[in-house]
């Protein structure tokens, strides 16, 4: 049936399943149309809806890309006919052109990427972490997309995954990264062999402790997920330290909104310096939140790298300061650490955006590969298998 666009009016309402169950409504006015499911309401002008037209004409399916020129539709197009047919919306415009929308797509493409939040995210201290890192067999892994899917998703809800029965060589950690995708190359080289031999000019290259810190903040694109793999394990100590950054500046923004609020709005300079070979400088705040204003995203925290100051005011600096160093003392809190004694058959993989690491001092020889993988390829990994 179609009907004129001259009223407000619910068009139809749809009950399916887009991997939750999702009751839908859309209705069309004179300025747009409005989608609804699950609560979650999100209205969008015409223009966008002819913009997404995935007719033949539209778009190149032998490329895959959009073929529309935007310059060439109106601002006020608007439909001229709507019929539903099941979960399919079928358009013909003022202009006499024809398009069809699935339903399902609007809610996938539209609605669930808008309401994504951190409320998937599970944020943990040592007592709410007690049965510890989600463990996966490397054989079911490398074969099992299923498996895979459910690692990533690990990292995702708890910020990071264990993967057991690794070769302990140097090549090991370099197919678990590429089950997922390529390594994300750095100044340290593909893959990082990291011992105590001073072979760098780097904490890391010492048997000493190393504090709760994340690694490259000092780049824009930082690494996304690392991925450590002790091939040769210390006699004495050594181990892995593990805590949740979005947990601690969760605990920060409820008991000391003040500082939380800075730590977010301040941008502060990054360094890594190493005299005649490295000057790498970036500009960001400490605790990086999403678009929404809202929502985590990254967390900048590594007390071994310089932060520039200089270009702040002196009241920004002494609140910096401040905020810092409440923030630092829930980082440093025991109760907010896990600690884990890796395996060499076990190749450890986590957010570096969201955990912070460390490592216990040691004695005798340790050795410890380490690789970098993009955000990017993470996630993009993630939405494909979930698709």
């Known amino acids: 049936m179609f009907r004129k666009l001259t009223n407000f009016k619910l068009i139809r309402q749809v009950t399916h ?10 209705k069309f006015d004179v300025n747009g149309i409005e989608i609804k499911a699950n609560n979650v309401i999100k209205k969008f002008p015409y223009l966008w809806l002819r913009d997404n037209c995935k007719c033949s ?40 052109h024809k398009s069809e929308y699935n339903l399902e797509n609007f809610v996938k493409n539209s609605l669930m990427s808008i309401n994504e939040s951190n409320k998937e995210l599970y944020l943990w201290n ?50 678990v990264c ?19 031999s001073l072979s760098f000019k780097d904490r890391a290259y010492t048997n000493l402790s190393l504090k709760a810190h994340t690694d490259t903040v000092y780049l824009k694109n930082s690494a996304g997920v690392e991925m450590f793999h002790v091939i040769t394990p210390a006699k004495v100590g050594g181990e892995s330290l593990l805590v949740d950054g ?15 609020d800075l730590l ?34 990254q967390i900048r925290f590594n007390p071994y790298h310089k932060i520039n100051l200089d270009h702040l005011s002196y009241q920004d600096i002494t609140g910096f300061y ?10 440093q809190n025991k109760s907010n650490e896990l600690w884990i004694g890796l395996r060499e058959d076990q190749v450890l993989l986590f957010d570096n955006f969201r955990l912070l690491h460390g490592r216990a001092s040691f004695k005798g020889n340790r050795k410890l590969i380490t690789v970098y993988l993009s955000r990017d390829d993470w996630l993009s990994k993630l939405n494909v298998l979930e698709a």
């Open 322 to 331: 401040k905020a810092m160093r409440k923030f630092t003392q829930i980082i």
């Open 17 to 26: 399943v887009v991997g939750r169950q999702f009751n839908i409504e859309t």
């Open 246 to 260: 979005f947990y601690c500046a969760e605990l920060l923004r409820q008991n000391h909104p003040e500082d939380f």
């Open 126 to 175: 040592s007592e709410l972490i007690k049965t510890g890192i989600p463990k996966f067999s490397y054989e079911q892994y490398s074969k099992d997309n299923l498996v895979l899917k459910h690692s990533l998703q690990s990292i995702k809800k708890y910020g990071a995954a264990i993967i057991e029965g690794v070769k302990p060589d140097e090549k090991s950690i370099t197919q």
């Open 57 to 96: 004409k539209c778009y190149n399916y032998i490329a895959d890309e959009i073929d529309i020129d935007l310059t060439k539709l109106s601002d006020s197009i608007k439909p001229d006919k709507v019929e539903t047919v099941k979960n399919i919306i079928s358009v013909t415009w003022d202009d006499g």
């Open 264 to 297: 977010t709005k301040l941008s502060v300079e990054f360094n890594f310096l190493k005299e005649g070979a490295y000057d790498f400088r970036f500009k960001s705040p400490v605790i990086e939140l999403d678009l929404n204003g809202k929502d985590l995203k």
């Open 178 to 196: 590429k089950r997922i995708g390529p390594i994300q190359n750095s100044h340290f080289g593909a893959d990082c062999i990291v011992t105590n």
